[in-house]
């Protein structure tokens, strides 16, 4: 079954979303092997566009390319995951902190519609849902990160979030950790309301370590060479 490309847009920046979004649902699992033939004809352009989007996702580190055997889709360890996560946690921590002390009245309302908004199918964990909610939790933390006022620690973050390993936590929860996390953003959203700097950094620090071993202790990551 042939995709057809909108040719008013990049048909590169295009095959580059269909490819990522493969590799978020896990529909290319990681590890598995891809070729500009079989996504030229997935995506029914020429091979063209397709080159230009994995060297920019290997880039990402969404795929990975090696001598002589050709382009996969990135597998994780665990020391790259504990790497990623480490990370995330010192500087988004910091990042609600600064939001609680800068965060405006409107910016606090859009965040507590927006959480409203991720809350509203409760805690179902269908794929739709889930991937429902991976977006919205992006814009969630996008949002508090406007509210730090903070450009140079935000800009050190985007690097660390949009590492596809942490946009695909969410597949990764049952439905209890679903609702701890749901829970973790209403606590955040208080200490946001109480502009309480500590209490944000500390709600933020909970938040990322019980993803971290969600990821590490119930979803083993697959084991695979890395760039």
Not at 70 to 82: I, L, N, P
Not at 189 to 194: G, H, T, V, Y
Request: aromatic share 6%.
């Amino acid at each position: 079954m042939q995709i057809s490309i909108d040719k008013s847009s990049s048909s590169a920046a295009q095959a580059c979303a269909h490819i990522k979004d493969k590799v978020m649902t896990g529909a290319y699992a990681s590890g598995m092997r891809l070729t500009e033939e079989q996504l030229a004809n997935e995506l029914g352009t020429s091979r063209t566009p397709v080159r230009e989007a994995m060297r920019q996702l290997v880039a990402e580190g969404f795929l990975y390319f090696k001598p002589n055997s050709g382009t996969f889709v990135k597998a994780w360890t665990d020391a790259e995951v504990r790497e990623i996560f480490d990370l995330r946690l010192l500087l988004e921590s910091e990042v609600a902190a600064e939001a609680a002390v800068h965060i405006e009245p409107a910016q606090l309302r859009q965040l507590t519609n927006l959480q409203g908004d991720i809350e509203s199918r409760g805690c179902d964990i269908s794929e739709s849902n889930l991937a429902r909610i991976g977006v919205l939790n992006r814009r969630f933390h996008s949002l508090l990160g406007t509210a730090s006022r903070n450009t140079r620690l935000v800009t050190q973050l985007a690097n660390c979030i949009e590492v596809p390993i942490v946009q695909k936590t969410f597949r990764q929860y049952d439905p209890q950790q679903l609702a701890r996390s749901f829970h973790h953003h209403r606590e955040l959203l208080d200490a946001l309301s109480s502009k309480d700097r500590e209490w944000a950094k500390w709600v933020m620090s909970c938040h990322i370590r019980s993803a971290k071993f969600v990821l590490l202790g119930q979803a083993k990551l697959p084991q695979g060479d890395s760039t």
